[in-house]
């Protein structure tokens, strides 16, 4: 077992239920067994722990995934564990992996409430609590009745109340939570944010989340997989060839390469991984081995598409 913490974090998102948002061949499943998914989930918690993660991220809207996490930190006991988790979604799929409604969303005070009642199980890890996709259509960031409880949470638990952002708009969303105040005091500080190779368009907002000293957690970092060659996406071949050879350079796979790139320009408090298996776990921690120079940075830099056009893509992906 590695004694060392490592930077990447686990998403649990892929654990907890059958079929989620990524580039993987759409399938029709007839053999599922709940037993042996959950079985697996509460297996890869374990390998990634035995592998040094000790940042954990879930959210009711993930299926099990909340409840593995519950029941598998039962099972420690290591101050070093830190667990975030979310609110605002409603899995609805009920683990059918040919479920074609899979989450509904609302941010309701009622919802915060139902879904606080399941997460306060997480507690003494839980040390993250975010708003689960804040958008300006919910009215999330307005709804006074929210946020006031959410400031309630900081200072009877002490959490990092945060929230987790996506879509071309990520950054006005952003823009619009950092100046967020109750009772005078900044109300989040805590930011899940998509950023990878392709979707860079965070830069734009670290001079200022640097200055206010807020946490920033990458998620998407692989592009829901978009990252590795695939012809489905010919337009992408200047990059498949810069990361096939950057990688080959430092001796690990793309993802590494993929991973660490976020870390060495963003500098955030973590990445996450969304491997749903330990042979993806370790390939992702190979980028703790590795450090990009300024010419592989700057080589990758020019791969970014507009936010536009990152999301336009994004939509069209399917849950598989
Ligand atoms: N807040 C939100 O709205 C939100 C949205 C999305 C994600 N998240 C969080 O962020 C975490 C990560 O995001 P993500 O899973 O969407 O995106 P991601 O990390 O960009 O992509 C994950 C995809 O990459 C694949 N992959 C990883 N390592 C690989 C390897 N070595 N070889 C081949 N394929 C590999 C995974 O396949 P396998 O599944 O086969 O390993 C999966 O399809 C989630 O688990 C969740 O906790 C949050």
Redesign the pocket.
Not at 76 to 87: F, N, R
Not at 138 to 159: F, I, P
């Given at each position: 077992m590695k004694n060392n913490k490592v930077y990447l974090g686990?998403?649990?998102?892929?654990i907890g239920r059958p079929q989620?948002?990524?580039?993987?061949e759409k399938t029709t499943k007839t053999d599922f067994s709940l037993e042996e998914f959950r079985n697996q989930g509460f297996s890869l918690l374990q390998q990634a722990y035995e592998m040094g993660i000790r940042y954990f991220?879930?959210?009711p809207g993930?299926g099990m995934a909340e409840n593995l996490l519950i029941e598998w930190l039962k099972t420690i006991e290591d101050p070093q564990v830190e667990v975030a988790t979310?609110w605002g979604y409603t899995y609805t799929a009920n683990f059918d992996p040919n479920a074609t409604q899979h989450e509904v969303k609302e941010h309701s005070l009622a919802k915060l409430n139902e879904q606080w009642a399941t997460s306060v199980q997480l507690l003494p890890y839980l040390t993250t609590y975010?708003i689960?996709?804040a958008t300006f259509e919910t009215g999330v960031l307005e709804n006074e009745g929210v946020l006031r409880r959410l400031a309630q949470l900081k200072k009877n638990q002490g959490l990092v109340i945060g929230l987790?952002s996506?879509g071309s708009n990520q950054l006005q969303v952003l823009q619009q939570a950092l100046s967020i105040q109750i009772e005078g005091v900044p109300l989040f500080d805590a930011f899940?944010v998509?950023y990878?190779v392709l979707d860079q368009s965070l830069a734009a907002i670290l001079e200022e989340m640097g200055r206010q000293h807020k946490r920033i957690i990458i998620?998407?970092?692989?592009?829901?997989?978009?990252?590795?060659p695939n012809p489905d996406y010919p337009h992408y071949a200047e990059l498949y060839r810069i990361l096939n050879e950057i990688a080959t350079h430092h001796s690990v796979?793309?993802?590494a390469i993929a991973l660490q790139f976020c870390r060495q320009t963003v500098r955030p408090f973590t990445v996450?991984?969304?491997?749903?298996?330990a042979?993806?776990?370790l390939?992702?921690l190979q980028m703790e081995e590795i450090k990009l120079s300024d010419e592989e940075i700057r080589l990758l830099k020019d791969q970014a598409v507009s936010a536009a056009f990152y999301w336009e893509e994004r939509k069209a992906l399917d849950w598989n």
């Amino acid at each position: 077992m590695k004694n060392n913490k490592v930077y990447l974090g686990l998403g649990t998102a892929a654990i907890g239920r059958p079929q989620y948002i990524n580039i993987r061949e759409k399938t029709t499943k007839t053999d599922f067994s709940l037993e042996e998914f959950r079985n697996q989930g509460f297996s890869l918690l374990q390998q990634a722990y035995e592998m040094g993660i000790r940042y954990f991220d879930t959210a009711p809207g993930y299926g099990m995934a909340e409840n593995l996490l519950i029941e598998w930190l039962k099972t420690i006991e290591d101050p070093q564990v830190e667990v975030a988790t979310k609110w605002g979604y409603t899995y609805t799929a009920n683990f059918d992996p040919n479920a074609t409604q899979h989450e509904v969303k609302e941010h309701s005070l009622a919802k915060l409430n139902e879904q606080w009642a399941t997460s306060v199980q997480l507690l003494p890890y839980l040390t993250t609590y975010q708003i689960h996709s804040a958008t300006f259509e919910t009215g999330v960031l307005e709804n006074e009745g929210v946020l006031r409880r959410l400031a309630q949470l900081k200072k009877n638990q002490g959490l990092v109340i945060g929230l987790t952002s996506t879509g071309s708009n990520q950054l006005q969303v952003l823009q619009q939570a950092l100046s967020i105040q109750i009772e005078g005091v900044p109300l989040f500080d805590a930011f899940q944010v998509t950023y990878n190779v392709l979707d860079q368009s965070l830069a734009a907002i670290l001079e200022e989340m640097g200055r206010q000293h807020k946490r920033i957690i990458i998620k998407e970092a692989l592009a829901n997989g978009r990252v590795f060659p695939n012809p489905d996406y010919p337009h992408y071949a200047e990059l498949y060839r810069i990361l096939n050879e950057i990688a080959t350079h430092h001796s690990v796979g793309i993802d590494a390469i993929a991973l660490q790139f976020c870390r060495q320009t963003v500098r955030p408090f973590t990445v996450l991984s969304g491997a749903s298996n330990a042979t993806h776990l370790l390939s992702n921690l190979q980028m703790e081995e590795i450090k990009l120079s300024d010419e592989e940075i700057r080589l990758l830099k020019d791969q970014a598409v507009s936010a536009a056009f990152y999301w336009e893509e994004r939509k069209a992906l399917d849950w598989n």
